[in-house]
């Protein structure tokens, strides 16, 4: 059975269990920011791995970048950011919200009024999202800088760096996670939405007359990706976009898109940017972007570019969100966070039926062999039932349990947390069987 959570739900599991905080809770809180709790950094950087591995280590022809958030300045008028990353905005007068003019009833626009407290509203006045800055004491036009809206420009900078120093050959990838920042009018939906965030994106670098191919199958390939790490097919779909809603640089873009308690959004972008960004490069550094291609008989081109760009803070939400789920015990609620086992913040829990008669010193020594390969968290407070409920709610997808047989012969029991079965188990065996669990894990429908 499927169940679908509120986001009340979601944002109280998160910061009752450590994953997910707002940001300077203590003055009162930062509209739209937040931040990663105990629970929630291990999460963010599991989904991190998880993608890279994917990515770089999956794929001889992709390699990675770690490039600056802040840049030159001109790299964003050659972007095209300058002059077009910009969302309508309208403010009412009376209650002082603000609004996306895009966002609210083409209705409201014509007749001015708001659609919160029907107040007069302004008329809508194009807002660029980038945040400026300045670099070095003085502030004045000379010193301005911006904090990047995306990472793929980095990429694109330093394309002829990586083509010379990492020998590699068209086709060819550069993959790169790391912060953006957005000054996002209407921030909302928890960690969906917010002003700083982070991305993971590919440029893949391709011959102008395979583009559509390489589109097809990195198309494919991203949408895949979601399932493997175990997001339910029947809340993902792809979205073309239409001639309105392609990005200035765009020649062809699909989204992959997820049922979110709030309905269905964009999680990923795949697009076909064309040689517009290497070309715009070109013209604005006034050097030599273009690549020579001895494999196709020394053939000189811009090569087109096919984007992968996934939200790393939105795919975290998109797996808690998916991740929920509740069922009834033998009369109580359970609340069972059924994440990959890959992604789960702890991956074993150890614990000692009862922690005296040298059950705790015993449970401690498996703790202290498995945290070798696992993340493997020790705890001995409250019923053992209790302490399943605990980990089940942060996702732990195993729990071993000591009790007084295992120091007789030696063995555990080995409980899985999505089927709440245990089974007995020789200590020595515990690696393999955890290995060979994650390996053969499957999302229970
Ligand atoms: N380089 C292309 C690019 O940045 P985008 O569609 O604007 O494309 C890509 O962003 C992804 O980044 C989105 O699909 C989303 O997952 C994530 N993203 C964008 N804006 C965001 C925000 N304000 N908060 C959280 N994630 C965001």
Redesign the pocket.
């Known amino acids: 059975m499927e169940s679908s959570v509120s986001m009340d739900t979601l944002v109280s599991l998160c910061k009752r269990r450590g994953f997910i905080y707002q940001s300077s809770e203590i003055y009162g809180g930062l509209s739209s920011a937040w931040d990663y709790g105990p629970m929630g950094v291990e999460l963010k950087n599991r989904v991190q791995k998880y993608w890279w591995r994917e990515m770089t280590q999956f794929h001889d022809n992709i390699v990675g970048l770690d490039a600056s958030i802040l840049m030159h300045p001109r790299v964003w008028e050659a972007s095209g950011h300058v002059e077009n990353f910009t969302d309508p905005l309208v403010d009412c007068r009376k209650c002082k919200q603000r609004f996306r003019a895009d966002q609210i009833p083409e209705e409201n626009i014509r007749s001015h009024t708001c659609p919160e407290c029907g107040g007069e509203l302004t008329d809508p006045r194009q807002f660029n999202l980038m945040f400026k800055t300045h670099l070095g004491p003085l502030e004045n036009d000379g010193s301005a800088v911006y904090l990047r809206?995306?990472?793929?420009q980095g990429i694109y900078v330093n394309f002829k760096n990586v083509v010379q120093t990492a020998r590699m050959r068209v086709p060819f990838g550069i993959a790169q996670v790391g912060k953006?920042f957005?000054n996002?009018i209407t921030?909302k939906n928890f960690?969906?939405?917010?002003?700083e965030?982070?991305?993971m994106?590919m440029q893949f670098f391709v011959h102008p007359s395979e583009d559509e191919q390489y589109f097809e199958q990195w198309k494919q390939e991203r949408y895949d990706f979601y399932r493997k790490m175990g997001i339910r097919d029947s809340r993902l779909r792809l979205h073309q976009h239409g001639p309105d809603e392609l990005?200035h640089y765009a020649k062809i873009a699909f989204?992959?898109e997820y049922e979110f308690p709030f309905g269905w959004k964009?999680?990923?972008?795949i697009?076909n940017r064309t040689d517009y960004d290497l070309s715009r490069h070109m013209e604005y550094s006034k050097k030599d972007l273009s690549y020579l291609d001895d494999l196709r008989g020394g053939e000189r081109y811009i090569p087109y570019v096919i984007?992968t760009?996934?939200?790393?803070?939105?795919?975290v939400l998109t797996v808690l969100a998916d991740a929920y789920d509740e069922e009834e015990v033998e009369g109580e609620k359970r609340v069972v966070m059924r994440l990959h086992p890959e992604l789960a913040p702890i991956t074993v829990g150890v614990f000692p039926l009862v922690k005296k008669d040298g059950l705790a010193e015993l449970a401690r020594e498996v703790q202290q062999d498995l945290r070798r390969d696992f993340a493997a968290f020790y705890d001995q407070g409250g019923a053992i039932g209790r302490r399943y409920r605990r980990q089940d709610e942060i996702g732990t997808p195993f729990g071993v349990t000591i009790d007084y047989q295992s120091k007789e012969d030696h063995t555990v029991t080995l409980r899985y947390r999505d089927t709440m079965e245990q089974v007995r188990v020789p200590i020595a065996e515990l690696p393999d069987r955890i290995r060979r669990a994650i390996a053969e894990y499957r999302r229970v429908e």
């Open positions: 809206p995306e990472t793929a953006a957005r996002e921030t960690i969906f939405r917010t002003c965030f982070e991305q994106e990005a989204d992959i964009e999680l990923e972008g697009h984007e760009s996934a939200g790393l803070t939105r795919t």
